[in-house]
């Protein structure tokens, strides 16, 4: 389903939502990532929603559950190829 990013006016294809309550599988995948080839390779293997530079959007919910995801994405906005949201209730509580 696309969504409009609002800062950028821009529509946005393709949204891999990676709850990582839902998906405890997803926490013991990223927390090895190295880089943020490793972490796109991991990425592409938790979601079926494909991964199309500028056109999409990836969603990390719940990341408390994984500290050390904070810092990967950090690598992956530095890449730039795709958008990043990620929300945390420890983060959206305060």
Not at 25 to 39: C, W
Request: one cysteine or more.
């Amino acid at each position: 389903m696309p969504c409009l990013l609002p800062e950028h006016d821009k529509l946005v294809k393709h949204t891999p939502f990676i709850n990582l309550v839902e998906m405890p599988e997803a926490v013991e995948l990223f927390k090895g990532a190295k880089n943020s080839s490793d972490m796109l390779l991991r990425l592409s293997a938790i979601t079926s929603v494909l991964l199309l530079k500028g056109e999409t959007l990836v969603f990390f919910d719940e990341v408390q559950q994984c500290p050390d995801i904070v810092t990967a994405i950090k690598f992956l906005v530095n890449d730039g190829s795709y958008r990043y949201w990620a929300e945390s209730w420890t983060l959206s509580s305060s």
